[in-house]
Nanobody, 116 residues
């Protein structure tokens, strides 16, 4: 059974940083591209970033390019997302997902709230 468990979300002020983690199990993590998606209140799912099996290639949505960094540790079966210079519009539930642009399963999510 695929399990994806996100952590690291918090309430922060604009301009601050966070690091999200996703612990994966139930599949061979190193064989899959991985993705972070987010859902803001009242909006649909948005693909934020993806990463290839060995860390390349990477994809970033235009809205986060230059501020967010995706990475992975295949030895630890863990996916990361570094969020810098956070803005109020980054407020959302962040999910990690198995796969790239055509991801399949996702976790339960971790809440990121950016507010002064």
């Amino acid at each position: 059974e695929v399990q994806l468990v996100e952590s690291g979300g918090d309430l922060v002020q604009p301009g601050e940083s966070l690091r999200l983690s996703c612990a994966a199990s139930g599949f061979t993590f190193s064989n899959y591209d991985m993705t972070w998606v987010r859902q803001a209140p009242g909006k649909g799912l948005e693909r934020v970033s993806s990463i290839g099996t060995f860390g390349i290639p990477t994809y970033y949505a235009e809205s986060v390019k230059g501020r967010f960094t995706i990475s992975r540790d295949n030895a630890k079966n863990t996916l990361y997302l570094e969020l810098n210079n956070l803005k109020s519009e980054d407020t959302a539930t962040y999910y990690c997902a198995k796969g790239g642009s055509t991801w399949t399963e996702r976790g339960q999510g971790t809440q990121v709230t950016v507010s002064s």
